[in-house]
């Protein structure tokens, strides 16, 4: 299984020489699985370099795009996705109901008039839509396995699991979560995601602020680089990579997070836009 990450910054993007190293665009990443699959996970602005990558592969012309939440910060790449104007490819967005809303919903109003050109019964793709089960399902698409649940964010969002049987790999995508915040029963069930059925090989989990800082940012919806360790070394993940990067921290901020997570734990790492990982059990 492998994992490219298209976007990793959260809230906004940014485009300064100083932010490239770990980059400026908004959370997307793409799961290839060994049989073919292509799972996307959000719409950010990273989304415009998945594309790229999915038009020049060779699999067949399919994509499952995941959604967590629909904030703007994680949807803003999806209209110009280039997949949606390829007659060649069939697209199918999923996301459990959200605010009363289902995925065909969310799509149809972010390309209404007058905030897009192309409507949705205008788009060249085979487009699929697809709201699941709140909680307690499994998902399989083709040879991988998906599940998720809900975490504590503001208006809401659900962390996904992707396991691959045949290799023993496994992912949980956990952005958008303030762990600190959590429920006894949020943080149960996000602890059993990364468990069950054994512990995952990877979390990428929203590390946006640190808890020297925290403080300030209580209830915005997201947890600190120390929150992400706890969680991993909780879970028995083997390793961690923190995403969500706040819009103000530069390459030379996160350079100085990344060493002090490294210190504290030896798998832990921050994930970069165009980082791309070979995932095995």
């Not at 993007?13 to 996970?41: H, I, S």
């Amino acid at each position: 299984m492998k994992i490219y990450f298209g976007g990793v910054r959260g809230t906004s993007a940014v485009a300064q020489a100083d932010f490239l190293k770990f980059g400026g665009e908004t959370t997307a990443v793409l799961v290839e699985g060994r049989a073919g699959e292509r799972v996307v996970l959000d719409a950010g602005t990273g989304l415009r370099a998945l594309g790229s990558r999915l038009i020049a592969g060779t699999a067949r012309p399919e994509a499952l795009l995941l959604m967590t939440h629909y904030h703007l910060d994680h949807l803003m790449g999806l209209p110009a996705f280039d997949l949606l104007y390829n007659k060649a490819w069939t697209v199918e967005i999923a996301a459990p109901r959200r605010e009363a809303l289902e995925p065909a919903e969310v799509v149809r109003r972010i390309l209404s008039k007058p905030f897009w050109p192309m409507q949705l019964d205008k788009l060249h793709a085979k487009l699929k839509f697809t709201t699941l089960p709140a909680t307690d399902a499994v998902r399989h698409y083709r040879s991988l396995e998906l599940r998720w649940c809900a975490v504590h964010h503001p208006e809401g969002c659900h962390a996904y699991r992707v396991d691959e049987p045949a290799s023993g790999a496994s992912l949980v995508f956990a952005t958008d979560m303030e762990w600190r915040a959590s429920t006894e029963a949020e943080r149960r069930d996000f602890l059993n995601l990364c468990l069950l059925p054994k512990p995952a090989r990877l979390l990428v989990m929203d590390g946006q602020f640190s808890r020297a800082t925290y403080t300030r940012f209580k209830g915005w919806g997201h947890s600190t680089w120390e929150d992400c360790l706890e969680v991993a070394q909780k879970a028995g993940v083997r390793e961690v990579l923190i995403t969500h990067h706040a819009p103000q921290n530069n390459d030379a901020q996160l350079t100085e997070i990344e060493k002090a997570a490294r210190r504290a734990w030896s798998g832990a790492a921050l994930a970069r836009s165009g980082m791309e990982l070979d995932l095995h059990g």
